[in-house]
């Protein structure tokens, strides 16, 4: 292979291993040409916060704007607060549900325009640039050499399927029926003759992390994947999922080690095996452990 | 347009309003051209039995084979004589129900292998060709003209998401994750060390009807339909969803009127509106009625 295709990948074992399969895939059916990616963290900058975090700060700072008396609700100000242990004491699903209620009763078109409104006018919190400029450029140069060789590309992701919806096709070229995620109700609203699909304040299922991601990907996509990349514990199944293929398959995981470039920080895996950081996990399992600082010439997107 | 392009269609308004819309498609954004399509007696015959009816009953008669006791249960009974009266009494969900049992613990994989081997095999129950023959020429013509023209096309179904999913590349070119239908339950087996995903006893959410078509679009493909053909009052919100686009739309409701080279039948609207047959809902609200004794001059395709 000409390895000017991937050049923000430094040369050694793990350039060495993606090459390998992007040549044995060459062999593979074309309809088994299927690679998911989780998000954040994975294709992009997910610290110091989560941008669906980012962007639900922001939609209560405007809901209290309007009703202050929101903020007597616990889980609104931990969100505000951006209070990880008053969220874990809440429950992430009373949370969730809480959020849930803010969009209650939004079109899916009402709701993407706020989330597309969000991205237009957000800056990462440490360095100002716009949030497509936090993608990471190795990951974009490996998803349009997977592309060349047509692979389907998916993005598998614990935030909200519309919430990444809104940004997969222009940040990464995934078509919106290509992004799962976790999921919010919907209720058909015939009231008027005219029929709208509005957001309920359900939220359907587990959030798409763990197994629910295998799950999730069988009844949203159809197809197994032969490579998937992810950066936390809750991409262990899908990791070995992809794994146990029997054509060839290729598990990366992204360990963010480089405080320098971007941030320095461990996923820990509470469930899925004995708790142990998830990089210790990979190396015994076989998983191609991406370190950002030794294998990655460029970390950004300059989009 | 040159009228060669839908050469199973004849003259008149129906082909007019098809010629039309295609036209004016060409103006709107790639992104937003989006057709859906019901899948039985709209893209092919579903009389004298849904084939997925078919295809349990095979199923069940290969269980029965090996254990008669199976038949002391009633809904296996009733689906093996197709007793449509006795599936009413007993419930459409009872029987889903008890058919999910029939297949709790195959993988993915195993499911999809014996859906192949049904439609390897199977043959029209009047006619005596391979199912493939029993597509609709006509509708074949339409999603390549969309296609042509950029459109994404999907099924969406009242039948299960995985029997669709296995001839969905091979009859339509529609992949695994264009297909939405109903759905049934998955978890992940990690008991060996290999993880292994398995259908479980649940049905997941209503039937993929009436409303839930429109819910499960959202939620499977995130994208809005501009063009929806549909052959029964299942199909009712998914014809006006489409309609009520602020884009140029399209919604064609396939009658079956051809007693001579198809069948004669209605379908009653129940839920949808005061007790009709559709055809006339169709009419006070604008659909396109497509006569297949008027409107096409082939029928099937011949593959």
């Known amino acids: 292979m000409n390895q000017a295709k991937l050049p923000s990948w430094r040369p050694g ?19 088994r040409r299927v690679a998911v990616f989780d998000h954040d963290g994975t294709l992009w900058c997910e610290k110091p916060r989560y941008a669906q975090l980012e962007f639900y700060q922001r939609e209560l700072r405007a809901a209290v704007a309007q009703r202050p008396r929101l903020l007597d609700r616990a889980e609104y100000q931990a969100v505000l607060d951006g209070d990880r242990v008053a969220i874990g004491q809440l429950g992430p699903v009373n949370v969730a549900l809480a959020l849930a209620e803010l969009h209650h009763g939004m079109t899916p078109e009402e709701y993407e325009a706020r989330v597309r409104d969000f991205f237009a006018t957000a800056r990462h919190a440490d360095r100002g640039v716009p949030l497509s400029q ?13 592309r060349a060789r047509l692979f389907s590309v998916y993005l598998v992701t614990g935030s909200g399927t519309e919430f990444v919806r809104a940004i997969s096709v222009s940040f990464y070229g995934i078509p919106p029926e290509g992004v799962v995620g976790s999921q919010v109700g919907y209720e058909l609203d015939h009231a008027d003759g ?16 763990g197994p629910a991601k295998i799950v999730n990907i069988q009844r949203s996509l159809g197809r197994r994947p032969i490579l998937a990349a992810g950066n936390s514990a809750g991409d262990s199944q899908l990791l070995e999922y992809a794994l146990a293929s029997d054509a060839p398959a290729l598990a990366m995981l992204l360990h963010h080690d480089d405080a320098e470039r971007e941030y320095a920080y461990e996923s820990v895996a509470e469930s899925f095996e004995s708790r ?23 970390v950004f997107a300059n989009a």
Chains 1, 2 share one sequence.
């Open 13 to 31: 074992a793990v350039r060495d291993a993606i090459e390998a399969f992007l040549d044995a895939a060459e062999m593979i059916p074309v309809e």
């Open 276 to 298: 142990e950081p998830i990089v210790d996990t990979a190396r015994r399992r076989g998983w191609n452990v991406v370190s950002m600082r030794r294998d990655w010439a460029t």
């Open 194 to 209: 005219t029929p709208r699909l509005r957001r309920t304040r359900e939220i359907m299922g587990d959030p798409n992390e």
């Open 134 to 146: 936090m993608r990471y450029r190795p990951m974009l140069e490996l998803i349009g050499e997977l």
